[in-house]
C-alpha cells in the first residue's frame, strides 16, 4: 500500500491547474505569455517573445517572408513544449494584422494550429481594437481617452470612456507595414501617415484627454524617454508624458533615429531599432491631430485584453490596484485579516480627526492598509527600503506613478519611522507633491500606532477608538485592550497627532 504522502501528490498532479498562457502572433513578434490565474489580478509567470518579421513584406508582396514564417513556427514548437512543462492549464491563441492581410496567412495558421494544438483567433481589425482597449480597461484606473495599439502591421484606434468602449478603426500603419509601402523612405512614410490621420474623426475626439500608447515599439520610446530624462522608475506601465513633451521627443528621436545618431538606442532590441523612426513619426502626427493632454504608456493591451473579456461582469468592475493589493496581503502578511481591521481603524480615524479625503485619495489609503505588513519577513534594518523598492517597481496596474511612489512612501514610513534621518529617498519623494509626501507620513505613523497595539493580530484594533477633546485627539481602549496601552504606544499616538497638528493622548479603564 502506498504512502499517505504518495496518494496527495498524486491527487496534487490530477488537480487541474489555472494557469493560463496566450500565445500572441504579432506581425513583429510572436509571444507566449503564462499567467499564474484567469483574475482580475493578472500575474505573469513566464513571458517570452521572438522577433520574427512575419509582416515585413505583406504590404509589397501580399506575403508572409518565408524565413520569418520558419521561426516563427520554431518559436511554436518551443512555447507549445513550455506549456507542456510547465503544465497550463488553458492556452489561447491569437494572430493579428500580418497573418490577416497576407494571403498565405491561412496557410501558415493551418500550420501553426498543429504546432500549437489549439485554434488561432486570426482577429479583426476592430476585434483587435476592442481587446486593446479592454486592456486598458483592465490596466488603467478609470482610463478616459483614445486607445492607441500600434503593432508591426498596424495601427488601431479606439475611444475608452472607464469600461464604455467605442467601435474602433485600424489603419496600416504599424511599423513593417509603414517601412515596406514606404521602400524605407521617411518621407514617403510622412506622406502615408498625413494622409491617413490628418482627417481621422476617431482623432478628434482626442482633444485634451489621454492618449494610452500600446505597442512594443512606442515602449521602446518609453523606454528611451526614461533613460534620457533620469527618471527614477524603469516601470514602463502607466509612465505619463505630457504631450507637447512627447510630440518635441518624437521629432527629435524620429531625426536621430533616421540619421543613426540615437543616443541609448543599445536599450532597444534590435529587430526593433529601424522601427523607431516611424513609430515616432506615428505618434507625432496622433498628437497633432488628436491634441490629447498627456501620452501615457500601457503595457496592458490585447493578450491581457482578451482575459478580461473571459471574466464575469462582476470580476471585471473589481479595482485592479485593490485586487493585486488583497493579494500580496494574503501572500506576504503574517494575519491578512488584519488588513480589513486597519481600514476600518483609519476609517475612524480620518472620521473623527476631521481628515479631509477624496475618492482616490481613500483608495490608496486602502490599498496601503492591505500592503501594510508586506515587509515583515526582511530584517528590521531594511524592511523600509525593501518594501519601497517592491511597490514602486512591482509588476500591476490600475495604479498612476504617483499613486505607486505614494503607497510606497507611506508603506516606507510605517517601517523605516518618521525621524529625518530615515528619510525615503529624494528620487522617490520628488514623484508625489509635497501634500501627498505628508499625507504618505500622516498614513505611516497611523501604521505605526495600530500595529505597535495589535502585533498584526486581527479583531484587536477594535477594542480602540478615537474621541476629540478639544483640540486633542484621544485614542481610548477598552477594558479588554487595557493592557496593551504602553508607553510606546502613547509616543507615537502623540507623534500621529502631531502631524494632524493636534496634542494626542490615550485613555484607558
Known amino acids: 500500500m502506498a504512502p499517505a504522502f504518495v496518494h496527495d501528490q498524486r491527487r496534487a498532479a490530477r488537480k487541474p491547474s489555472k494557469s493560463i498562457a496566450v500565445i500572441d502572433i504579432g506581425s513583429n513578434s510572436v509571444r507566449l505569455v503564462v499567467y499564474e490565474d484567469k483574475t482580475r489580478n493578472l500575474a505573469p509567470v513566464f513571458n517570452e517573445k521572438t522577433l520574427c518579421g512575419l509582416g515585413r513584406e505583406v504590404q509589397s508582396t501580399g506575403l508572409l517572408a518565408a524565413d520569418a514564417v520558419e521561426k516563427a513556427l520554431a518559436s511554436l514548437k518551443r512555447f507549445k513544449a513550455l506549456c507542456k512543462i510547465m503544465k497550463v492549464g488553458e492556452v489561447h491563441a491569437i494572430a493579428t494584422a500580418a497573418c490577416r492581410d497576407a494571403t498565405n496567412g491561412p496557410d501558415f495558421i493551418a500550420r501553426a494550429e498543429r504546432i500549437c494544438g489549439c485554434s488561432i483567433e486570426i482577429l479583426s481589425g476592430a476585434r483587435e481594437a476592442k481587446l486593446s482597449a479592454l486592456g486598458v480597461a483592465s490596466g488603467v484606473y478609470k482610463p478616459n481617452g483614445i486607445v492607441g495599439d500600434l503593432g508591426g502591421g498596424s495601427l488601431e484606434l479606439i475611444d475608452v470612456r472607464g469600461h464604455r468602449i467605442s467601435r474602433g478603426v485600424t489603419l496600416p500603419l504599424g511599423g513593417l507595414a509603414l517601412q515596406d509601402a514606404s521602400q524605407k523612405s521617411l518621407k514617403k512614410a510622412d506622406k502615408i501617415v498625413s494622409t491617413a490621420l490628418t482627417a481621422l474623426p476617431a482623432l478628434k475626439a482626442g482633444r485634451g484627454r489621454t492618449f494610452y500608447a500600446v505597442g512594443g515599439t512606442w515602449r521602446a520610446l518609453a523606454r528611451i524617454h526614461i533613460i534620457q530624462s533620469g527618471y527614477p522608475l524603469r516601470v514602463m506601465h502607466g509612465y505619463s ?46 498628437i497633432r491631430v488628436a491634441k490629447p493632454k498627456t501620452i501615457v504608456f500601457s503595457t496592458y493591451g490585447v493578450r491581457e485584453g482578451l482575459l ?202
Open 241 to 286: 508624458i505630457p504631450a507637447a513633451d512627447a510630440l518635441d521627443f518624437a521629432q527629435r528621436l524620429r531625426r536621430l533615429a533616421a540619421s543613426n545618431t540615437l543616443a541609448d538606442i543599445e536599450t532597444v532590441a534590435d529587430a526593433r531599432r529601424p522601427l523607431l523612426a516611424y513609430a515616432a513619426l506615428v505618434l507625432e502626427y496622433i
Open 308 to 509: 478580461y473579456e473571459m471574466l464575469p461582469e462582476k470580476e471585471q468592475h473589481k479595482d485592479g490596484l485593490i485586487a493585486t493589493a488583497q493579494t500580496l496581503n494574503a501572500l506576504r502578511s503574517r494575519s491578512p485579516r488584519h488588513a480589513d481591521d486597519l481600514i476600518v481603524w483609519t476609517d475612524k480615524l480620518f472620521r473623527v480627526a476631521g481628515l479631509r479625503e477624496t475618492d482616490d485619495e481613500k483608495r490608496l489609503r486602502h490599498a496601503a492598509c492591505w500592503l501594510s505588513d508586506a515587509g515583515w519577513r526582511a530584517h528590521p534594518d531594511y524592511r523600509g527600503e525593501q518594501t519601497l523598492n517592491l511597490i514602486t517597481n512591482g509588476n500591476f496596474g490600475a495604479v498612476t506613478h504617483e499613486g505607486r511612489a505614494f503607497l510606497a512612501l507611506a508603506i516606507y514610513y510605517r517601517y523605516a519611522g518618521l525621524n529625518t534621518e530615515n528619510e525615503a529617498p529624494e528620487v522617490v519623494r520628488a514623484l508625489v507633491p509635497p501634500a501627498m509626501v505628508d499625507r504618505a507620513r500622516l498614513i505611516g505613523a497611523a501604521f505605526r500606532v495600530a500595529f505597535m497595539i495589535s502585533a498584526a493580530q486581527r479583531s484587536v484594533l477594535s477594542h480602540t477608538h478615537f474621541r476629540n477633546q478639544g483640540r486633542k485627539l484621544i485614542l481610548v481602549f477598552d477594558k479588554r485592550a487595557a493592557d496593551l496601552a504602553a508607553d510606546r504606544v502613547t509616543s507615537r499616538f502623540k507623534q500621529l497627532g502631531r502631524l494632524m497638528g493636534r496634542s494626542g493622548a490615550i485613555l484607558k479603564p
